[in-house]
T-cell receptor, first 111, second 110 residues
Framework: NAGVTQTPKFRILKIGQSMTLQCTQD?????MYWYRQDPGMGLKLIYY???????DKGEVPNGYNVSRSTTEDFPLRLELAAPSQTSVYFC??????????FGSGTRLTVV | DAKTTQPNSMESNEEEPVHLPCNHS???????IHWYRQLPSQGPEYVIH???SNVNNRMASLAIAEDRKSSTLILHRATLRDAAVYYC???????????FGTGTRLKVLA
């Protein structure tokens, strides 16, 4: 089925470890986004991309890195994980001003 | 800073209409108004969007003020499955950033 696929669904990291959250979409959307949602809170924009090779910072980019080598993939890299990065991470894509398609999320716990 | 302002929570009785307000006083002429909802333990899902005219779809209606500084999402007959957090968002002028506000938590009473 067409959509946004995120992996893994769950992950526990130790403080200082690194990991990459994967996001892939098969709708040929140019615009892709990473959000985080802390418990009981709204979504905060981490990074976004308007096309392959182009990325930009959102509201809360510190501690994260992204790349966009293809239209389909938009991985989010966490370096030196900290407890403050415990959150649910959502990837989304959009095209033509119509609504976002969100992935199902990655629940990350840093201990 | 969030560009939209919504009440933190609202309640509605089942099968009654619900009007969810959103203020966006700094909206620019080309900004679309989007509404999303997030059911418990799920990612947000698209509800409706509009620019100037009122919009209807199978899920809801969107009423946009003439000056575009506010909008209202209308659920015509609330059901228990409509209990969710509803977000009103704008795309920031001159960018492709979509910034979510804090949303309105809708509680539907049986």
């Amino acid at each position: 089925n067409a959509g946004v696929t995120q992996t893994p669904k769950f992950r526990i990291l130790k403080i200082g470890q690194s990991m990459t959250l994967q996001c892939t979409q098969d709708m040929n959307h140019n615009y892709m986004y990473w959000y985080r949602q802390d418990p009981g809170m709204g979504l905060k924009l981490i990074y976004y991309s308007v096309g392959a090779g182009i990325t930009d910072k959102g509201e809360v980019p510190n501690g994260y890195n992204v790349s966009r080598s293809t239209t389909e993939d938009f991985p989010l890299r966490l370096e030196l994980a900290a407890p403050s990065q415990t959150s649910v991470y959502f990837c989304a894509s959009i095209e033509g001003g119509i609504g976002y398609t969100f992935g199902s999320g990655t629940r990350l716990t840093v201990v | 800073d969030a560009k939209t302002t919504q009440p933190n929570s609202m309640e509605s009785n089942e099968e009654e209409p619900v009007h969810l307000p959103c203020n966006h006083s700094t909206i620019s002429g080309t900004d679309y108004i989007h509404w999303y909802r997030q059911l418990p333990s799920q990612g947000p899902e698209y509800v409706i969007h509009g620019l100037t005219s009122n919009v209807n779809n199978r899920m809801a209606s969107l009423a946009i003020a003439e000056d575009r500084k506010s909008s209202t999402l209308i659920l015509h007959r609330a059901t228990l499955r409509d209990a969710a957090v509803y977000y009103c968002i704008l795309r920031l002028s001159g960018t492709y950033k979509y910034i979510f506000g804090t949303g309105t938590r809708l509680k539907v009473l049986a």
